[in-house]
């Protein structure tokens, strides 16, 4: 099959979805032998390393894992303020609109939401290119944009609201990330529910294996002998992690217990500012880790927290939560209880629950691993055991046999 993939982020940007459809584009290459192209943007949190072509050029075209990229060269502002967020996505979606017109004819076009309104572009070059159209709900909006701290505006998120509905009503078919936020598309978005196809995002268990808590990262950065609850991934809007420092602070007196906050994003100055300000010495902060060395970094975690804004759950699903499955490790699920990570935590024993937004939840959740060691590592080995189930390679197969069921493709006797 031909199928093209609209997305800001994309390889080398180390956002979590770009990483997953630079694995989900790629294996569809090399796995399944299809054509598949790439509408992404400037690599804004890129490892370093990546020379991309001419940047003068409004629309350059690069190659990675047999995957065709168009490279939309919006601005790469570093996106701490909406104004240079906003700026990002507005110069994104003109260089998408002109890339979209070298896109040939396919035989699926599909939308991600980074940003949300590539839909339309997306939808557009499926009409355009006699191609059905899947769209692939990252995030759901309005609700998401909701968390802007710098901007509010009534009038754009109805605007928002009204595009995400039209935009599910003429897709073929809508991937959701969970059972949660199926049921927000069906019950609250109107989403046409034998249209929507629950795919969860994953974790490559080949990749990542548990491993020893000694270990160089550990060794390196003083860890190897502390009890480390991570944080991995994005320190954004959504993640509520204040309450994660305002945990250490109630912990400050346990000696042997570290913080870890492995990542970057918009609200990291403020965590810094609010940890410095409290005197926290068991809070530290790390840079992102690349991919090359996640294994090291996710076993120095003794335990993870997914934490996510009361009320989301359904809107966002934390992908970080297969990874820390993978490496088999126990998480505290700060969520919902509806939430995927405190619905897999729950069913697969491999975690605690403690309400969003609650401190003193978060503290006495930290404790009660911290003083069980035999059980948070039987919790860690029924972490291992339940990764098996949001597995890289499964879930590529579920998108390659829902692009063929929708692209109208029979398999081969």
């Given at each position: 099959m031909r199928i093209c993939f609209f997305n800001r982020s994309y390889w080398p940007d180390q956002a979590a979805t770009g990483q997953l459809l630079t694995e989900l584009a790629g294996d569809l290459v090399n796995r399944y032998g299809h054509d598949v192209t790439v509408v992404a943007g400037r690599a804004l949190n890129a490892a370093g390393g990546h020379a991309a072509a001419d940047r003068r050029a409004l629309v350059t075209r690069e190659r990675h894992e047999g995957v065709d990229i168009l490279r939309a060269n919006g601005t790469s502002m570093r996106?701490?303020?909406f104004a240079a967020r906003a700026t990002n996505y507005v110069t994104y979606i003109?260089?998408?609109?002109?890339?979209?017109?070298r896109v040939g004819r396919q035989d699926v076009v599909v939308s991600l939401t980074d940003p949300p309104v590539v839909g339309l572009t997306a939808l557009w070059t499926a009409r355009r290119a006699g191609a059905r159209?899947?769209?692939?709900?990252e995030d759901i909006f309005p609700e998401v944009a909701v968390l802007l701290e710098d901007f509010h505006s009534p009038a754009l998120n109805a605007s928002l609201d009204r595009m995400n509905r039209y935009l599910l009503r003429r897709a073929d078919a809508i991937v959701a990330l969970g059972d949660r936020m199926r049921r927000r598309l069906v019950e609250e978005k109107g989403a046409d529910p034998a249209r929507v196809h629950v795919i969860h995002n994953w974790a490559?268990?080949?990749a990542i294996v548990p491993g020893p808590k000694d270990n160089p990262f550990a060794r390196a950065n003083g860890l190897?002998?502390?009890?480390?609850?991570?944080?991995?991934?994005n320190v954004g809007l959504a993640q509520n992690l204040e309450v994660l420092i305002e945990a250490a602070d109630r912990l400050r007196s346990r000696e042997r217990l570290t913080f870890a906050v492995v990542g970057d994003g918009s609200k990291r100055p403020a965590l810094e500012a609010m940890a410095a300000a409290r005197g926290l010495a068991n809070v530290r902060f790390f840079p992102y880790q690349p991919k090359a060395l996640l294994h090291d970094s996710f076993a120095t975690a003794d335990a993870f927290v997914v934490s996510l804004e009361r009320g989301l759950e359904g809107f966002i699903v934390p992908s970080k939560v297969y990874g820390i499955l993978a490496a088999g490790r126990p998480y505290i699920a700060a969520t919902d209880a509806s939430a995927e990570p405190a619905v897999i935590a729950r069913d697969a024993g491999c975690g605690l629950l403690a309400a969003p937004g609650d401190p003193a939840a978060l503290a006495d959740a930290i404790v009660a691993l911290h003083?069980?060691?035999?059980?948070t590592r039987e919790m860690g080995l029924r972490a291992r055991r339940a990764a098996r189930q949001f597995d890289r390679r499964a879930a590529v197969q579920s998108y390659h046999a829902l692009f063929e069921?929708?692209?109208?493709i029979e398999r081969a006797a």
């Open positions: 996106p701490r303020r003109g260089a998408a609109t002109i890339a979209a017109l159209f899947v769209y692939l709900c490559d268990c080949e190897a002998d502390r009890f480390v609850v991570m944080h991995s991934g003083d069980n060691p035999a059980e069921r929708v692209a109208g």
